[in-house]
Every structure is written in C-alpha cells, then in structure tokens.
C-alpha cells in the first residue's frame, strides 16, 4: 500500500510584473497624496483638514494592503496592517472631531450696560481756580504795653461791640506814679499864679515867670503821659466782629506786642484767589463769583469780583484777585479753602456727557456708541458698539464737554467702558445706574 503525502496548502506565487505593478501603484499613491497636500496648502486649507486627509488615505491604503495580505496568507503583516488601519481610522475621526469643534464660531456673548444720552446744553464759560477766605475787617488783638493781666471781661467765641474792653493789666504803680505827677503838677500850678501876680506888681522878673510856666507845663505833659500808659493797658475791641479764643490768663505777665485773642468780622468775607494772566482781558469787575467750601458740602455762596490787582505776579504769572461774599450767618471763617468759579458773561452751546462715559488712554480718549444693527442673515436687530474717539473740553462736577466726535441725541455706554470692545453686542439696564450731577456730594466724602 503506498504512502499518500498529506496534501498542504501552498500560498500562491507572486509573479515578478505584477510586484513591479504593485510597487509602481504604491508610489503613484504616495504623489497623488502629497500632490494633494500640496493643492490644498497652496490653497489655505487649514492644517487639521491635511491631516484629515492623510489619516484618511492611511487607512484605505493599509486596509486594502490588509486584505490582500490576508488572501496570500501572510497573517502576520496582515494583521500589522489591519492595526496601522485602525490607528489611522480613529486618528482620522478624532482629527475630524477637533476641527468642527474649532471650525463652528462660539456665539458673540452679550454683555449689559448702561446707557446715557448725549445732550446740548447752555454752559456758562467760567475761570475755575483756588483760593482762601479772609475776613473783610479782622485783627489779632495785642497790647501795646507789657504789663500783668488783672481782668479777662470777655468770654472765648462771644460777640464784641466797638470799644469793648478785653482785658485789663494791672495798673497800680502807674496810678500810684500818675497821683504823684498830678500832686507836683498842682504845686507848679500854685507856683505859677504866684509868679504872675508878682510878675504884675514887677516884682520877679520875666525870666523867673517862664521858668514856672514851663515846669508847669512839664509837669503837666507827666500827667498826660501817665493817663496815657493806663489807657494802653486796657484793651478795647476796635471795631464790631467775633471773638476768637483768648491766648493770656489772669495773672499771667505779658510783653509788649503779645497776641491777646483773633477778633474778625464775619458779616462780609473776602475770597483770595489767582488766575493766569492769559485770562485778563476777560476780568472785569462785578463778574458773578460761586464759592464752594469742603466745610459745607452742597451749599454754594455767589458774590462778587470785587478787585483785579495792578500786578502780576512775576514769579508764577498769575493775576491776584479778590471776590467779596455776604456772609449773614457766619459759616464762612477766615482760613476756609475755596474753590471758586468766575462766571463770564457769554452762553454757548456745548455737548456734555458723563465723564464715566470716557475710556481714557495715552493714544486717545473714546467713548462707545451704541447703535441698532441688524444681522444679514437673520434679519434679527441688536444693539452693537461703535467705539468713537473724541476730544474732551471742560469739566463740571460728573459731566465732562465734547468739543469734537459726538452729535446731540446720540446713545452711549455710561460706565464700565473699560471691559467693552469695538463690533460688541450689547444689552440696557439702567436699574442700578448712577446719577451723574454738576455738583457732586458723596455720602462718604
């Protein structure tokens, strides 16, 4: 019996054309996909959708190549080329996935805002400047005399009338001095007459009557002196005005020149205060004059200018200047800072916003618009930013003026510029909004 061979199978035989072919289809392969490349890069395409393309041919290569492999019963590189097919598959999807995610454009976020109107108004031209109060009749009270305090006869802040005594020194040895002159004036008065009447009888002669003449009136200019050192040391107010706090006590030895208590009058004040010189020629006298003080918060007092120095200063080119102010209730003290407005006669129109409307920068200072726009595609209106630059002119209080970039009846973000961009859509709430006002008073100021 013979032996039959086992029959095995015998994997078919690759001719040597048609590996040529497959080589020369592999390398036709590998230039169309980096021709590919190279269209789509030349064109702008991005850099995901490359990949996408790469991963993509990958995957159909290797999964052709797979097959084929497989069919000749080579298992081992089929199996190879089935896994480098599956890594390009998910590479692809993921690839795919990441660029519709960067692709699709998130939604513009809308942000809220407050809104405020450009207006035109009627401002007043005005000189602002600094200054400080003065009494328009005051003195530091002082002696003339040093002496003792004896008498203090007026009380620290209390009212006093022209001629009211103050204080009075001690006295006693001027009075004691001043009975003595008195006492040797009256003897050279008795010798005077006696010498007259001897004089008519020819009995002394002439030179002897104007000797007692004269001692007489010696003696009686010794007289005048001492009344007239007693007088000094009484200290009288000089003219009506409010008492400050005295500065000597009972007892206490003072000096001549010594300070005894401020005393000013309070029923008119002045305004001290200076302006460039550039503003001269629009000073005149009678310019209506407002006056705000920290001390008083909210309250404004108006007078008059009542003087313009002969003088500019030469050191810092300024013109002194001098506002006068009734004052009937006195809250107006010498001393108080003041911020001052001189009101010139002209009216002009001026478009105002609130100055927490400007974003301010070193390249320019803008504000943002706020406009309708309605979407070309959807038709769906909004409400979009238009950042404007524009010049800033004056300030009073939370407005400022726009001497150029916005018009009358235009709407603008009014705070909160600094987070905003240009193209942004935006949404009104003026729930919470501030009140701007020309003269601001903070609770916390």
Not at 14 to 23: L, N, P
Not at 145 to 174: C, H, M, Y
Not at 257 to 286: C, H, I, M, W
Request: charged residues 20%.
């Amino acid at each position: 019996m013979h032996d039959v061979a086992n029959p095995t199978f015998q994997p078919k035989k690759i001719s040597k054309w048609r590996k040529i072919r497959r080589s020369i289809y592999v390398i036709a392969a590998v230039l169309v996909l980096v021709a590919g490349v190279a269209v789509l890069k030349g064109l702008g395409a991005a850099t995901l959708l490359l990949f996408i393309l790469v991963f993509s041919v990958l995957a159909v290569f290797f999964a052709s190549l797979a097959v084929r492999l497989f069919y000749v019963g080579r298992s081992v590189g089929g199996a190879l080329c089935a896994m480098i097919c599956l890594i390009s598959t998910v590479a692809d999807i993921k690839t795919l996935q990441i660029y519709k995610m960067t692709s699709t454009k998130p939604p513009m976020p809308v942000a809220t805002v407050t809104s405020a109107p450009v207006k035109e108004e009627n401002w007043v031209p005005m000189l602002s400047a600094v200054g400080s109060v003065s009494a328009a009749q005051g003195a530091v009270v002082s002696t003339e005399l040093g002496g003792t305090v004896g008498e203090v006869r007026f009380e620290n802040g209390a009212e006093a009338k022209k001629g009211d005594v103050l204080i009075r020194l001690d006295v006693s040895q001027e009075e004691a001095l001043l009975r003595s002159a008195q006492a040797e004036a009256e003897l050279a008065r008795t010798d005077l007459e006696r010498a007259r009447d001897l004089a008519a009888k020819k009995v002394v002669s002439n030179a002897e009557l104007d000797a007692a003449e004269s001692k007489f009136r010696r003696l009686s200019a010794v007289v005048d002196q001492m009344r007239s050192n007693i007088a000094k040391k009484t200290i009288v107010a000089p003219f009506d005005g409010q008492l400050g706090i005295r500065q000597v006590n009972v007892g206490q030895m003072i000096n001549s020149g010594q300070q005894v208590v401020a005393l000013a009058s309070l029923d008119r004040v002045y305004v001290d205060f200076a302006l460039p010189e550039q503003n001269l020629a629009k000073l005149t006298k009678d310019l209506e004059v407002q006056v705000r003080v920290d001390a008083l918060p909210g309250r404004e007092f108006k007078g008059k200018l009542t003087a313009i120095n002969s003088v500019v200063d030469p050191i810092t080119r300024n013109v002194p200047l001098q506002a006068t102010l009734e004052n009937p209730e006195h809250v107006l003290r010498p001393g108080m800072f003041a911020k001052v407005a001189v009101m010139l006669p002209e009216t002009k129109k001026t478009i105002v916003i609130p100055g927490s409307a400007v974003s301010y920068a070193p390249y320019g200072d803008s504000v943002f618009v706020i406009e309708k726009q309605k979407d070309p595609k959807t038709g769906k209106e909004s409400l979009v930013l238009r950042q404007q630059f524009v010049r800033i002119g004056e300030v009073r209080g939370d407005f400022v003026s726009v001497m150029k970039g916005l018009k009358a009846g235009e709407e603008i973000v009014g705070t909160g510029v600094f987070k905003l961009r240009n193209g942004m859509v935006v949404t009104i709430n003026n729930d919470l909004a501030p009140k701007p006002e020309l003269n601001p008073n903070p609770a916390d100021t």
